[in-house]
C-alpha cells in the first residue's frame, strides 16, 4: 500500500484544496506541503531497501486486468531519485506558493492542480505498468495545461497553456502507440520484465518504430530540440509553476522514461547515437538561446532546456561513467534550478521588475536572498565545491573517455564545454549580477522576501552545497541506486569533489574562463547569435508548430465549408450518390444474374395501369405548377390503389385510397400557403440530376428483377393462413396481422401518426416568441 | 415482358422520379419527391415479396383456411403499416415546409443555409 | 366555404359516414376493412363538417377533446394488450370469449377488437387533429 | 418474465398516454413525466441485472412463436442499450423542468420524449426487422417533432434538412426489409441470420451482399458517418439543450446499435467485403467530425461535429471485427452517450449563465472564474471525451487501439491517435474561450488574475446541475471501474460473435427450421 497511498495521497488532497485554501487561509500552503515533506521523508527512510543492486519495492494492485493495466507499482534507485525530488522540492514549493500568491482567489485551484501534478508525477516514476505509466504522463499534461493557464484571463497564457498540451499530448500519444507495439511484441505490459525480452524486441520489425515512438515522446516531453519552444513559452504559468513543473520535475519525466528504456534499447544502433545528438543540439541551442535573454524566467528556461539536454546526452553515451554523470547532473540541477527560479520570483515579486539588466545592487537591500541566489548560481556556473561542479566534472570525464574512441567525442567535448561556459554567463546574470554594482531603481522598493519565500531556494541552494561536501549522505544514496537502475549493473560514481589536476578539471576551468569572458563581452556574442535566432525565428520549430496548427484548422475550415455547404440540394445529392454508387458496385461485384422467376406474361390493361401511373411521375416531376403535380401524384396514388386491387391486395387498395385523398385535400391546404413553381435550377444541375435519378432507378429496378427469383419459402405466410381463423378468429389474414400475429407494428404505428399529429398541431399553433432568454437556438 | 420486368420498371421509375424531385431546390418539390418515394418502395415490398395474380387472403364463409391461390398477406400487411407512418410523417413534412416557407421567406433550399454557417 | 349545398349534404353524409365507418371498423377482421380505414371514413365525414361549417363547429360536433381522444385510443391499444398479462401470457396475446347479442346470435369478442378499437380513435383523432389545425389557419 | 423486456417500451408510451391526458396541467405533465422515467431508469435496471444473471430473454409478443410473431428479444447488448438510453431520458427530463419552456411543455414537450424513448428502446430490444423499421419510425418522428417545436426559424431550416435525409435512409431501410423478405421470406432476425447464411452456402448471396449494402446505408446515414452526416450537424445546435442532449446521446447511437446487430447477426457472409467498406467509412468519419469540429466556433455546433467523429470510433471496431475490436465500439458507445449527453447539457447551462452559445467575445466568457463547479462538470466529460485518462474515454479509445494494434492496422491506430488529439484541441478551445477568457479582459491584461469578482451569473438551477454532475459521476466511476464495464463489453461482444446463442433463444431448439407448427 505504501506506493499506491504515495502516488493517490496527492489525488485526493487534491479534491479537498480549494477547500483547506478557504478554511486555512495564508497557512493552507505550509499544512498542504506536509503531505509532500511526509512522502519525502517516507520514500527516504526505505532508501536502504533499495540500495543493493536490483533492489526494489514493488507493489500491484488489479485494476483493469482485461486491457493488462494494473496498479503495478516499483519503487527502485531511478524511481527513489525522482520521486524523492517531486515530492521534496514539492514541499518546497507549495510552502513558496502560498507566500508567493497570498490572497489569490483561485489560489486554492493551484494547490489542487499542483498536488493532482505531484500525484501524477510521482506515478510515472513509480509505475510499472507501461499503460499506467501512461495513464500518469497524461496526467502531467493536464495538470501542467492548467497550470500554465493559471493567469487565464491572458490570452498568452492560454495560448501557452494550449501548446504545451498539443506538444507534449502528441509525444503522449506516441508512447501510448509505442507501448500498445511493445506490450504485443514483447508479451509483457510490465517495465521491468522488459529489459529481460530486449531481444524478443529487437528482433521484432516493430523495434525500430517503437524506440522511435518512445524517443519523440520523451523529448516533446523534456523539451528536447526541436521539440523544446514550447517550454519558455510555459513560462506564463506562475513562478512556483514553472520552478516545480517546467524546471525540476515534469520536463525530467521524459529523461526518466529514455533512463527507463535504455537497458532495453541499448543495443539498438541507433538508440545511443540518436539520444546523443539529440541531447547535444538541445544543450547547444538551449544554451545559446539563454544568454540572449535578459528576463529572469526565460533566462532560466533556456538554461534549462539546455540541462536538460546534457542529461540526455549522458544518457545516450550511456557508458558507466556518463550514466553516473548524467544523474549526478539531474540532481544538482533541480537543486540549483529549483533555488534560481524561487529566487528569480521572490525577486521579481518584491521588486517588480523582471529584467536582469534593470537590476542592480539589490545585494544590500535582500542580503539573504543574495546569499541563496549566489549558492545556487554558483552550483550552477560548477564552481568548487558544489554539486553542479561535481556534475561537470564527471560529464567532462565521461566525454573524455568516448572521445578516446573517436572525432565524435571530441565533437561532444567541444560543445559541452561552450555549453557550459554559456551556463556561466546565465548563473553569473541571475545569480550575481541583480545583486552588485549600481543600486538601481525599481518599481516596488526591495527588501528581503518573507520567509516563506526564502525558505525553498535557500533550503536548495544550501543542499547544492552540502550534497557535494558530503556526498556519502545527500548525494550517494540517491544517485548510486539510480545509475544502477540504468544501468542495470552496479555503478559506484566517485563524487569526491577533488581529483587532482587533471583534463576533466582543466575543461572546467576553461569552461568558466570562457563563461567569464563572454559574461563580459555578453552584447558581442549576442550580436554573433543572431544569426541562429533570426533562421530559428522564420522557420523555427515554433514557426512551424504555428504552421501546422493554422494549416489544420484552414483545412478544417475549407473541408467543413465544402462538405457541410448548407445547401440541402447538395446533402441530398451526396448521399444518394453515395447509395447508389456503393449499390451500383455492389450489384457489379457480387450481384450476378439471379435466374429471372416466370411470372407469365403481362396483360394489356396491365400494362396500361402502369404506363398511367408512370405517366403520373413524370407529370409530377415536371409539371409547370403546384395543382399539376398534384394531380400526378394523385395518378399515381390512386393508380396504384387499382394495382394493389388487380393483385390480390383489397385493404391495402382501401387505405391508399383513403390516404391518398387526404393527402391531396392536405397538400392542397398546405401548399395553398406556398408559392407556385419557379424554374430555379440551371440547365447542366438539372442533367447531372436525372442521370443520379435514373442510376436510382435503374439500380432498385435491376434489384427487384435479381431478388425476384431467390424466394425460399412461404413458411410464414402459410403459417398465418393455417393459424387465422383457429387461433386468432379472423377471415382477414391482413387485419388479422396487423391487429394480432404482428400487432406491435401497429402500435408503432398508430404512435408514430399520434406523433405526427401532435407535430402538425404544435407546428401550426407555435409562433416563435421574440428572443428571449429561454428561447434558445435558431440561425444567427 | 413478364410481370416483373413491367413492375421493376415501374418501380426504377418511381424512385427515378422521386429522387429527381428531392434534387430539386424547391421545398414543395421535395416533399412531392419523398411522396413518390413513398410509393416506390411500397411497391419494392409488394413486388418483391412474390407478385401473383391471385385471391386476397382472405378465408371465405364455411372454409378454415384462404383458397389457394392467395397472395401473401404478410407484404401487404407490411405496406399498409408503411403507408400509414409515411401518410404521418409527409403531413408533418408538409406543415414543417409551410411553416419554414414563412419563417424564410422563400421556397429556395438554397437559402435555407443559416443554421450551417 | 360557405356553401348551403355542401352544408346540407354534410348534415346527411356524415351520419351516413359515421355508420359506414363503424361497419367497416367492426367487420375488418373478417373482410376487407378494419380500425384504420373506418377511422379514415369517419374522418373524411367530419372533414367535410368542417369545411362546411368551420372548425370551431366541429370540435363541437364531435363532443370529445382530440388530445384525449387519441390518448384514449393508444391507451385501449396498450390495455388490449395487457389483459393477457394479467393471465400470464405475454403481451398482446389475444384474449377471447363470446357474447351472446339477443338476435344476432353468439359473437366471438377478443382483445384484438380492442385493439382495433384503439386505432380507431387514434386515428380519427390525428386526422382530425390536422385537418382542423390546418382549416383553423 | 415475459412482461419485463416490454416494459422498456410500455413504460413510456404509458407515460407519454398519461402525459397527453393531462396535457391541461403542466404540473402533472411533469411529475407523470418524471414518474415515467424513474419508472424505466428502475427498470431497465432490472432488466440488465436479470439478464446478465439469467442469460437472454426473448418474449413473443401475442404468444406467437417465433419466426411468425414479433420477438423482443433483451440480450446482454439490448439490456445495457436500454439503461444507457434510460439514464440520458432521466438526466434529460429532469433538466428539462426548469430549462424548457413552458410554450413547449403545453404542446406535448414530455409525452413527445417518453415516445421518443418508446421507440428507442423498442429498436433496442425488438428481434424483428420491420419492427425494427416501425422503432426507427416512432424515434425518428418524435425526434422529428421536437426538433422543430418552438417553430423557431433554425430549428425549421435545421428540421427540414434533419427530415429530409432521414426520411431517405428510411425509404431505403424500408426497401432492404422489403427485398429482404422476397428473397428469404421472413422478418426474424434470428431466423433472418439462419437463412442468409443458408442462402449463402447455395451461392445466392450476391444479391444479398447488395441488400447488406442498402442497411449499411440507411443505418449509416442515422448514425451519421462520412459521406452521410450533414443532417446532423445542421441541425443539433438548433433546439433546447435538453433536446439536444437526448438527440446527441441516443438517436446516431440507435443506428450504430442496428448497424452492429446487423452485421454481426445477420450479414456475416461478406466480412471481407462489407467489413473492409466500414473500415474506410470509419477512417473518413473519424477525420471529417474532427475537422469539422476544428474548424466551428459555437459550443453545440463543435459538439455536433465530434458526434461524427466519435461514431467513426465505433465503427472502426465493427470493421475490424475481432472480439477485442468490438468490445471497444460496445465500449465506446456506452462511455459515449453518457458524455455527449452530458455536454450539451453543460453547454445549456453556459448558455443561461451567459445568454449566448457562441465562444469567444461576444459569447460565452468567464464561466471558469464565475462558476467553478459548472467549469469542473464540463472538464470531466470534455477530458473524457478527448481520450485523457482515467476517465471513461480512454478506456474506450484504448480498446480500440489495442485491437488495431493487433490486427496491424497502424495507419487506423495512427487516425484514431491524431483525431483523439484534434478532439483535445477541440474540447481545450471550448475550454479556454468559454471558461477562461475574462469578460473584462484587454488586449494583453496585466494585473488580471486577481480579476474583479465575476458579475453575478443568474443562479443555475438544481435540476439542471444534478443531471450533469450525476452523469460526470457515472463518467468517472466508468473510468475508475473501467473492468466491470468491460467485462460486460467482452460478455456482449461474446453474444454478438456466437449468434448462435440468440438464435437459440429466439427459435427454440438450435437449428430449428421453422415449421408450420400452431404455437
Not at chain 1, 475550415?557 to 465544402?562: D, E, G, H, M, P
Not at chain 1, 403546384?626 to 395518378?635: E, T
Not at chain 2, 387472403?57 to 404478410?74: H, K, R, V, W
Not at chain 4, 421518443?116 to 425526434?143: K, P, Q, R, W
Amino acid at each position: 500500500m505504501l506506493l499506491l497511498g504515495i502516488v493517490l495521497s496527492g489525488f485526493l488532497l487534491a479534491t479537498v484544496a480549494p477547500w483547506l485554501h478557504r478554511v486555512l487561509g495564508r497557512f493552507a500552503g505550509v499544512v498542504i506541503a506536509m503531505l509532500p515533506l511526509g512522502i519525502c521523508v517516507l520514500l527516504g527512510t526505505r532508501a536502504a531497501d533499495i540500495a543493493a543492486p536490483g533492489g526494489a519495492v514493488v507493489e500491484s494492485f488489479e485494476w483493469v486486468p482485461g486491457m493488462g493495466v494494473s496498479l503495478d507499482f516499483r519503487l527502485d534507485g531511478l524511481g527513489l531519485l525522482m520521486a524523492m525530488l517531486v515530492s521534496g522540492i514539492g514541499a518546497a514549493i507549495f510552502i513558496y506558493a502560498g507566500g508567493y500568491l497570498k490572497g489569490e482567489r483561485q489560489l486554492g485551484r493551484l494547490y489542487a492542480y499542483l498536488l493532482m501534478f505531484m500525484g501524477s508525477m510521482l506515478g510515472v516514476v513509480l509505475a510499472d505498468n507501461l499503460l499506467l505509466l501512461f495513464v500518469f504522463w497524461e496526467l502531467t499534461s493536464v495538470s501542467s495545461y492548467l497550470l500554465i493557464g493559471y493567469d487565464h484571463a491572458k490570452a498568452k497564457s492560454r495560448s501557452s497553456a494550449l501548446q504545451a498540451l498539443l506538444v507534449t499530448g502528441l509525444g503522449g500519444l506516441a508512447i501510448l502507440a509505442a507501448a500498445l507495439m511493445l506490450a504485443d511484441v514483447a508479451g509483457t505490459m510490465t517495465i521491468s520484465e522488459l529489459a529481460a525480452r530486449s531481444d524478443v524486441i529487437h528482433d521484432s520489425p516493430l523495434s525500430l518504430p517503437i524506440m522511435l515512438l518512445l524517443i519523440f515522446g520523451a523529448c516533446t516531453k523534456s523539451a528536447q530540440f526541436p521539440f523544446h519552444f514550447w517550454l519558455p513559452n510555459a513560462m506564463a504559468a506562475p513562478t512556483p509553476v514553472s520552478a516545480y513543473l517546467h524546471s525540476s520535475t515534469m520536463v525530467k519525466a521524459g529523461i526518466y522514461l529514455l533512463a527507463r528504456f535504455s537497458p532495453v534499447f541499448a543495443a539498438d544502433v541507433l538508440w545511443a547515437p540518436l539520444l546523443t545528438w539529440i541531447g547535444a543540439a538541445t544543450m547547444f541551442v538551449g544554451a545559446w538561446l539563454a544568454i540572449r535573454q535578459s528576463l529572469l524566467k526565460p533566462l532560466l528556461a533556456y538554461s534549462t532546456i539546455s540541462a536538460l539536454g546534457a542529461i540526455v546526452m549522458s544518457i545516450g553515451v550511456g557508458s558507466t561513467y556518463a550514466v553516473e554523470a548524467g544523474m549526478v547532473f539531474l540532481l544538482s540541477h533541480a537543486f540549483y534550478k529549483g533555488a534560481l527560479f524561487m529566487a528569480a520570483g521572490a525577486i521579481d515579486h518584491e521588486t517588480g521588475e523582471k529584467d536582469v539588466d534593470k537590476l542592480g545592487g539589490l545585494g544590500r537591500a535582500m542580503p539573504l536572498l543574495f546569499a541563496a541566489t549566489a549558492l545556487a548560481g554558483a552550483s550552477m556556473a560548477g564552481i568548487l565545491p558544489f554539486l553542479g561542479f561535481t556534475a561537470k566534472e564527471l560529464t567532462f570525464k565521461a566525454l573524455l573517455k568516448s572521445a578516446a574512441a573517436g572525432p565524435e567525442g571530441i565533437a561532444l567535448v567541444a560543445v559541452f564545454t561552450i555549453s557550459a561556459a554559456f551556463g556561466v554567463v546565465v548563473a553569473a546574470r541571475i545569480g550575481l549580477s541583480p545583486f552588485i554594482g549600481k543600486v538601481r531603481p525599481t518599481p516596488v522598493k526591495p527588501h528581503d522576501p518573507p520567509l516563506a519565500l526564502m525558505l525553498g531556494p535557500a533550503l536548495l541552494a544550501v543542499l547544492g552545497l552540502a550534497a557535494a561536501i558530503i556526498p556519502a549522505v545527500l548525494a550517494m544514496p540517491l544517485v548510486r541506486p539510480a545509475a544502477s537502475a540504468i544501468l542495470a549493473a552496479e555503478a559506484n560514481p566517485d563524487l569526491s569533489l577533488w581529483h587532482g589536476f587533471n583534463l576533466a578539471l582543466g575543461l572546467s576551468v576553461t569552461a568558466l574562463v570562457v563563461g567569464a569572458l563572454v559574461y563580459v563581452m555578453r552584447r558581442g556574442v549576442v550580436g554573433v547569435t543572431e544569426p541562429l535566432q533570426r533562421v530559428l525565428n522564420a522557420i523555427g520549430p515554433a514557426k512551424i508548430y504555428d504552421w501546422a496548427l493554422s494549416g489544420v484548422i484552414a483545412t478544417a475550415k475549407f473541408q467543413t465549408r465544402a462538405l457541410q455547404s448548407g445547401y440541402l440540394r447538395q446533402y441530398v445529392f451526396v448521399t444518394i450518390s453515395t447509395t447508389v454508387i456503393t449499390m451500383g458496385i455492389t450489384l457489379a461485384l457480387r450481384g450476378g444474374l439471379g435466374t429471372l422467376p416466370k411470372m407469365g406474361e403481362v396483360r394489356t390493361y396491365e400494362a396500361a395501369l402502369v404506363g398511367l401511373i408512370l405517366v403520373g411521375a413524370v407529370f409530377t416531376g415536371f409539371a409547370r405548377n403546384r395543382l399539376a403535380a398534384i394531380a400526378g401524384l394523385g395518378l399515381v396514388g390512386y393508380g396504384i390503389a387499382i394495382l394493389f386491387v388487380l393483385f390480390g391486395a383489397p385493404d391495402l387498395s382501401l387505405t391508399q385510397i383513403c390516404i391518398e385523398t387526404l393527402t391531396v385535400v392536405l397538400m392542397v391546404l398546405v401548399f395553398y400557403m406556398l408559392p407556385d413553381f419557379r424554374n430555379i435550377s440551371a440547365g447542366p444541375q438539372k442533367i447531372r440530376d436525372m442521370i443520379v435519378a435514373g442510376a436510382v432507378g435503374a439500380v432498385m429496378a435491376s434489384l427487384v428483377l435479381l431478388t425476384g427469383g431467390l424466394r425460399s419459402g412461404r413458411d410464414v405466410s402459410e403459417f398465418y393462413a393455417a393459424n387465422s381463423l383457429p387461433e386468432a378468429h379472423g377471415r382477414n389474414i391482413v387485419n388479422v396481422i396487423l391487429v394480432d400475429f404482428r400487432a406491435l407494428d401497429t402500435l408503432g404505428e398508430i404512435t408514430v401518426l399520434i406523433v405526427a399529429a401532435a407535430g402538425v398541431y404544435a407546428l401550426m399553433k407555435v409562433t416563435p416568441a421574440r428572443p428571449k432568454r429561454e428561447q434558445e437556438g435558431g440561425a444567427p | 415482358m413478364t410481370l416483373n420486368v413491367l413492375l421493376a420498371i415501374l418501380v426504377g421509375g418511381l424512385f427515378a422520379m422521386g429522387i429527381y424531385l428531392m434534387l430539386r431546390r424547391s421545398i414543395v418539390k421535395l416533399i412531392m419527391g419523398l411522396a413518390l418515394l413513398g410509393h416506390g418502395a411500397n411497391l419494392l415490398i409488394f413486388t418483391s415479396g412474390g407478385l401473383v395474380r391471385a385471391r386476397a387472403p382472405l378465408i371465405e364463409e364455411g372454409e378454415t383456411i384462404p383458397s389457394a391461390p392467395f397472395a401473401d398477406p404478410l407484404p401487404q400487411a407490411l405496406i399498409l403499416t408503411a403507408i400509414v407512418i409515411s401518410f404521418g410523417v409527409l403531413a408533418f413534412m408538409m406543415v414543417l415546409v409551410s411553416r419554414a416557407y414563412r419563417a424564410v421567406g422563400t421556397d429556395d433550399t438554397d437559402e435555407f443555409t443559416g443554421t450551417d454557417h | 366555404m360557405n356553401s348551403t349545398i355542401l352544408q346540407t349534404a354534410t348534415r346527411y353524409l356524415l351520419p351516413l359516414l359515421l355508420v359506414v365507418s363503424l361497419v367497416i371498423m367492426l367487420q375488418g377482421h373478417n373482410k376487407p376493412g378494419g380500425g384504420f380505414i373506418g377511422a379514415l371514413i369517419g374522418a373524411a365525414g367530419f372533414a367535410l363538417h368542417g369545411m362546411a361549417f368551420g372548425p370551431k363547429a366541429t370540435r363541437t360536433a364531435l363532443r370529445v377533446d382530440l388530445v384525449w381522444l387519441m390518448a384514449a385510443g393508444l391507451a385501449m391499444a396498450i390495455a388490449s394488450g395487457l389483459f393477457a398479462v394479467v393471465e400470464g401470457s405475454a403481451f398482446l396475446t389475444g384474449q377471447w370469449g363470446s357474447v351472446h347479442v339477443p338476435g344476432f346470435g353468439s359473437i366471438k369478442v377478443g382483445t384484438p377488437l380492442l385493439f382495433d378499437i384503439g386505432v380507431y380513435c387514434v386515428v380519427l383523432g390525428v386526422v382530425m387533429s390536422i385537418v382542423l389545425a390546418l382549416l383553423e389557419e | 418474465m415475459t412482461l419485463l423486456p416490454v416494459l422498456p417500451i410500455l413504460i413510456p408510451l404509458c407515460t407519454a398516454c398519461l402525459g397527453m391526458l393531462f396535457y391541461r396541467s403542466l404540473r402533472l405533465q411533469q411529475w407523470v413525466s418524471l414518474f415515467g422515467a424513474g419508472a424505466l431508469l428502475v427498470v431497465s435496471i432490472l432488466l440488465l441485472v436479470i439478464v446478465h444473471r439469467d442469460g437472454m430473454i426473448a418474449v413473443h409478443s401475442g404468444s406467437w412463436a417465433a419466426p411468425f410473431g414479433i420477438t423482443l428479444v433483451a440480450d446482454l447488448f439490448g439490456a445495457i442499450m436500454v439503461l444507457l438510453g434510460a439514464i440520458t431520458a432521466a438526466a434529460v427530463v429532469v433538466y428539462s423542468i426548469a430549462s424548457v419552456d413552458s410554450i413547449r411543455k403545453q404542446y406535448l414537450y414530455h409525452p413527445l420524449v417518453h415516445v421518443l424513448m418508446a421507440g428507442v428502446c423498442g429498436a433496442f430490444l425488438t428481434g424483428d426487422i420491420f419492427n425494427l423499421y416501425v422503432c426507427f419510425e416512432v424515434l425518428l418522428l418524435s425526434s422529428f417533432v421536437l426538433l422543430a417545436l418552438g417553430s423557431e426559424r433554425g430549428q425549421l431550416e435545421g428540421a427540414i434538412k434533419y427530415v429530409t435525409l432521414n426520411l431517405f435512409s428510411s425509404a431505403v431501410f424500408l426497401s432492404a426489409v422489403g427485398i429482404l423478405y422476397g428473397a428469404v421470406g421472413t422478418l426474424n432476425m434470428a431466423d433472418l441470420s439462419l437463412k442468409v447464411a443458408q442462402a449463402a452456402q447455395e451461392g445466392r448471396d450476391g444479391p444479398l451482399t447488395v441488400v447488406a449494402m442498402m442497411f449499411m446505408i440507411a443505418f449509416g446515414i442515422k448514425s451519421a458517418v462520412f459521406p452521410l452526416f450533414f443532417w446532423l450537424p445542421a441541425s443539433y445546435h438548433t433546439p433546447p439543450f435538453a433536446v439536444s442532449a437526448l438527440f446527441a446521446g441516443l438517436l446516431t447511437k440507435v443506428g450504430v446499435y442496428a448497424m452492429i446487430r446487423v452485421f454481426t447477426l445477420i450479414f456475416t457472409h461478406d466480412v471481407g467485403f462489407t467489413h473492409s467498406i466500414l473500415l474506410w467509412v470509419a477512417a473518413l468519419t473519424m477525420i471529417t467530425g474532427v475537422l469539422g469540429a476544428a474548424s466551428q466556433g459555437e459550443f453545440r455546433r463543435i459538439l455536433s461535429f465530434h458526434i461524427v467523429s466519435q461514431i467513426g470510433y465505433m465503427i472502426l471496431g465493427l470493421a475490424l471485427f475481432t472480439p477485442l475490436a468490438i468490445a471497444g465500439s460496445i465500449f465506446y458507445i456506452m462511455h459515449h452517450i453518457i458524455v455527449k449527453a452530458n455536454l450539451f447539457l453543460v453547454a445549456g447551462v453556459a448558455h443561461l449563465i451567459r445568454g449566448t452559445s457562441d465562444l469567444g467575445r461576444p459569447g460565452i466568457v468567464g464561466v471558469y472564474a464565475s462558476a467553478p463547479i459548472v467549469a469542473l462538470l464540463f472538464m470531466i466529460p470534455a477530458m473524457s471525451l478527448a481520450g485523457v485518462p482515467p476517465l471513461s474515454g480512454f478506456w474506450a479509445k484504448l480498446i480500440l487501439l489495442r485491437a488495431a494494434v493487433d490486427e496491424r492496422a497502424f495507419l487506423y491506430v495512427a487516425i484514431a491517435l491524431l483525431v483523439g488529439i484534434m478532439t483535445l484541441f477541440s474540447m481545450t478551445k471550448i475550454w479556454a474561450e468559454a471558461f477562461w477568457k475574462s469578460p473584462g479582459e484587454s488586449a494583453d491584461n496585466e494585473n488580471s488574475h486577481d480579476d474583479a469578482p465575476p458579475a453575478k451569473p443568474p443562479r443555475t438551477p438544481f435540476t439542471m446541475l444534478a443531471p450533469i454532475a450525476a452523469m460526470a459521476l457515472l463518467t468517472v466511476l466508468i473510468g475508475l471501474g473501467a473492468q466491470p464495464v468491460f467485462e460486460l463489453a467482452q460478455r456482449v461482444t461474446d453474444d454478438l460473435l456466437t449468434p448462435s446463442r440468440y438464435i437459440h433463444t429466439v427459435l427454440g431448439s438450435p437449428d430449428a427450421a421453422p415449421s408450420g407448427d400452431a404455437p
